[in-house]
């Protein structure tokens, strides 16, 4: 689809000024910011370590693989009985290695991060109780870690963790990280625990419902598709695929329109620990002119509508499964997916 950038055009050019300054700032990172990367891949590695440790040799041989190996692109949203995972089943572990590795997952991840993880998971379980049968196991036992290359504070290896509607795949390299491709998703999206209502990706709906609310009527013309969007277009056995940029272009969006933008894709990048997030954050900013954002669906805040955001270096979807109560999403980098560019550099 062509898009002819209309509404907003002086302001993106100013919020071009801007990005120039930020991208000549982000070639040359802070001293202070590369050693709060460096600080966190080694806190990551040595909880890494720490639950190798914990592992008898049967245990190091299932979560250990070749950074090269093809388990880097074997996970799946769907359910154990449907897909085969490998690598330390949590239902296996003791209840110290268990601890082991949601500790790890804590220090790899943000706070909001290990959060959305963790009631992803357990929403998996509130789907146990009501599901089962015929070889399809859901819940919480039914998630899998492996490491892909041997963790280090300066060769490139992977977390990858996974299971059910959850498979994150952090690549780590010195003080560099990257989280594409990881798959988030809900079901149900919605549920109650310990008193309270839990939405595992509630931001990222009501996010986008908020900034579509912003848009004006030649806005939402360029934002909103011609055709219908049902499912993840780059979704898993997805890797390597590319599609065309649609929708309405950042540069077409006010200051305020552009913060909000960052801020829902913060929800997927943010997901990363904190000091490796944010030169993502400043990667993706910086691209920010020659990004989309494109709707398919009612735009009537709770209703099920897809949503992408498309950048040179970012693919976010947000895809309902008819209806609202379960929901997939994928965040990619078409550059450096499974860390590509870290592993030519």
């Not at 700032?25 to 909880?47: C, D, G, K, Y």
């Not at 963790?161 to 690549?171: A, C, D, S």
């Not at 829902?264 to 990048?269: Q, T």
């Amino acid at each position: 689809m062509r898009v002819t950038v209309g509404i907003g055009t002086v302001a993106g050019l100013g919020v071009f000024v801007a990005v120039a300054a930020s991208v000549a700032a982000q070639r040359s990172p802070s001293p202070p910011a590369q050693t709060a990367a460096a600080e966190a891949t080694a806190r990551i590695v040595a909880s890494a370590q720490a639950l190798v440790a914990t592992l008898d040799d049967a245990g190091r041989t299932k979560v250990q693989f070749p950074f090269d190996s093809p388990q880097k692109s074997r996970w799946s949203n769907l359910p154990t009985g449907i897909y085969k995972r490998e690598g330390l089943r949590l239902g296996d572990l003791t209840a110290a290695q268990r601890a082991a590795a949601m500790a790890l997952l804590s220090t790899a991840l943000s706070q909001d991060g290990y959060r959305k993880v963790v009631e992803i998971m357990r929403g998996d379980e509130v789907l146990r109780g009501g599901r089962g049968g015929g070889g399809v196991r859901f819940g919480e036992d039914e998630y899998y870690l492996a490491f892909l290359g041997v963790p280090s504070v300066s060769a490139p290896w992977m977390l990858q963790f996974g299971g059910h509607h959850l498979g994150i795949n952090m690549t780590l390299a010195g003080r560099q990280a990257t989280l594409a491709p990881s798959l988030t998703g809900a079901q149900p999206a919605s549920y109650s625990f310990e008193g309270r209502t839990v939405r595992p990706l509630g931001d990222e709906n009501d996010r986008a419902f908020a900034l579509m609310a912003t848009l004006d009527a030649a806005q939402r013309k360029q934002a909103i598709l011609g055709y219908n969007v049902s499912d993840l277009v780059l979704g898993p056995g997805q890797d390597g695929r590319t599609i065309q940029p649609e929708g309405l272009r950042a540069s077409a969006l006010s200051a305020s329109q552009q913060t909000m933008l960052m801020d829902l894709v913060h929800e997927w990048a943010g997901i990363a620990h904190g000091a490796l997030a944010a030169p993502r954050m400043d990667e993706i900013r910086a691209s920010l002119p020659q990004t989309y954002f494109a709707w398919s669906g009612s735009t009537t805040a709770g209703s099920a509508a897809y949503f992408r955001i498309q950048g040179p270096t970012l693919v976010i979807e947000y895809a309902p499964q008819r209806g609202v109560d379960h929901i997939h999403t994928i965040y990619r980098d078409p550059t450096n997916d499974y860390g590509a560019r870290f592993a030519r550099e």
